[in-house]
């Protein structure tokens, strides 16, 4: 499958799909920082980039898969949470739409923070829906976390994925056992920008019956069906990932004692070069963590074997 990487970053939605799953090829870049672009040339010599989202022009069919990690600064619970609106960075989820509907992909995954679920009491993510089921996709998502990945921290991720409506319609029953009706469950949006008030409200229902503090101590742990679990509330586990999903199994980790490591750096910041590698640093931050855009990737190709 053909990718459009947008809003690529350093290229982490297309090393995951190249390196990771299989079975995809991306021919077309889309990032505006410059040295973002520079560790895309390194890594993925010969890809074209185009260097503004706003500018950039679709061909009918041309691409199999839209993938964006649209800005979340105005979404994250770090920053002014100012939304999607015009003016704002992660306002270019808006053109990520425009171009859903001059391409016309068989499928558009989407990444942001966690906090698009709750985002003004829910209307944020409402929107998201109503936008994707307004340019003609069915969307379902779930929240995976780079600590399910078996990462030492957490990282938690709003992972969306989107498809023509009603195409995978028989198909989509298999979410169940995918691990898409985690935390949030899953969902088929409709043109109807009302009947999604209904589901918000369950969202919304459900992320307080968690909580954000029950959120960030999740830990996850291994049955012997080696089937992940999310603890939610007391006495309460929902799965979030399978055996086809268990790439932290099959790849190099980190290091498993990771909570000897030091809590704060050792470098002496300034002193020791840090500025120098600001642009790097920033890239790191912005990026996506590979493990898990993989599981959404392969729920993709699982949705097209079904």
């Known amino acids: 499958m053909k990718i459009l990487d947008l809003l690529a970053g350093i290229g982490g939605f297309s090393y995951a799909a190249h390196n990771l799953v299989g ?28 260097d503004d989202i706003k500018t950039f022009k679709g061909k009918p069919k041309q ?34 739409i425009r171009l859903l509907g001059e391409i016309q992909p ?24 109503f936008q994707i089921a307004k340019a003609g996709y069915d969307a379902e998502w779930s929240l995976i976390s780079a600590r399910d990945m078996g990462a030492c921290h957490l990282r938690q991720r709003l992972w969306i994925i989107a498809y023509p409506t009603g195409k995978y319609k028989n198909r989509t029953e298999s ?7 985690a ?31 029950a959120q960030e101590d999740t830990s996850s742990t291994s049955n012997s069906n080696s089937q992940r679990t999310q603890s939610l509330t007391s006495g309460q586990t929902t799965p979030i990932w399978t055996d086809a999903f268990l790439f932290s199994q099959k790849k190099r980790t980190l290091e498993p004692d990771w909570r000897r490591y030091v809590s704060e750096p050792t470098l002496r910041r300034g002193d020791d070069g840090l500025s120098g590698r600001v642009a790097r640093l920033k890239a790191l931050g912005n ?10 990737l392969q729920r993709i190709k699982d949705l097209r074997s079904l």
Do not use: M
Request: with cysteine; hydrophobic share 35%.
């Open 287 to 296: 990026s996506i963590v590979p493990n898990c855009a993989a599981v959404p």
């Open 106 to 129: 068989e499928f558009v995954l989407f990444e942001n923070v966690r906090n698009l679920l709750s985002h003004e009491n829910g209307t944020t993510f409402q929107e998201v829906l």
């Open 23 to 50: 079975g995809y090829t991306t021919t077309q870049f889309v990032e505006i920082d410059p040295y973002c672009q520079s560790v895309l040339r390194k890594n993925f010599p010969n890809i074209p980039i185009h």
């Open 175 to 181: 979410s169940i056992q995918t691990g898409w009706d």
């Open 183 to 213: 935390t949030v469950g899953f969902s088929t949006a409709n043109s109807n920008k009302q009947g999604l008030e209904g589901r918000i409200l369950q969202v919304n229902q459900k992320l307080q019956e968690v909580g954000s503090s």
């Open 63 to 96: 691409f199999d898969v839209l993938t964006a990690g649209f800005p979340c600064q105005d979404l994250s619970v770090a920053g002014k949470q100012r939304g999607i609106g015009e003016g704002t960075r992660s306002g270019l989820f808006y053109e990520i």
